[in-house]
């Protein structure tokens, strides 16, 4: 299981998931890029990824499919705004290719990795909202339970690479 | 006077001018990009501009503050996500700094320049908006008349360079 740790959000609309995770950051940069380990990890299960595409590069679009137990499929669209390789990882859904606006801004993802010794690394996932009332609805959709899962996930696929 | 062609929106939101100006796209890529020379065209006379300050790279902030005749104060937070020197520029207000939402994300803006042959420039500035009634609300803001006389003192401007 990773580790929890306090790292208090930044700015007014952002909710920020913080871990220790056991795997070196090399690993989860993979994980993070590469559409076929990305599809083991990353809704919490049992919702599946049906699809993945990504041009990992600023500008490129990506398209995660995801699949709730019943079959019902849910296209999320967006684009990268930043890659630095093992480093960090800017995405957002206010467009859905480069620049093509999308159906409605809702957030923009900001990930760092830092190494935080003993081939762990310090993993801050950080979701940045337009206004409070997106930020509420993500809280509530489940953000903290949801993309903690999703990290323990990470940190086991991790350990298999 | 900049010469009026015709070229249709791409996308649904979307306003678009587009000019051939007779000036090369170098002296038309500085006059967006150099701060001086941005501000003695950039809004339509009798308007001003009291500050700019660019960081023109992807990513980079920006910001432009137009003061109206009466001397009120209009500060414009925005980001530049693409630059290629000579040939492209896509900015927008959806973030105030790399990545900081703004209040809003009203548009994004994607100017290309194109050699038009005998020292003039294709140029095209396309607004994308993410719904429609901001695509009215600019353009009933005036988008039309003031890009357009904008494109005319940019031309001006670039004959000086």
């Known amino acids: 299981m990773s580790t929890t740790i306090d790292v208090a959000p930044e700015l007014e609309n952002e909710l920020v998931l913080a871990r220790i995770i056991d795997a070196p950051r090399e690993k989860i940069f993979r994980a993070w890029t590469d559409p076929e380990i990305l599809k083991q990890w990353f809704v919490p299960k049992p919702w599946t990824i049906s699809k993945v595409e990504m041009d990992v590069r600023p500008g490129g679009s990506s ?41 409605k801004p809702f957030m923009t993802m900001i990930l760092t990795l830092e190494d935080a010794g003993k081939g762990r690394t310090r ?31 990470l940190e086991e696929i991790a350990a298999t690479l």
């Open 123 to 153: 993993y801050i996932a950080r979701a940045l909202h337009w206004n409070a009332e997106d930020r509420e609805a993500h809280e509530k959709m489940g953000f903290h339970e949801g993309w903690g899962q999703c990290a323990d996930q």
């Open 63 to 103: 398209l995660i499919v995801m699949r709730d137990p019943d079959g019902n499929e849910y296209p999320n669209p967006g684009i990268f705004l930043e890659v630095v390789e093992n480093e960090r990882i800017v995405t957002t859904d206010a467009f859905t290719g480069a620049w093509t606006p999308s159906q």
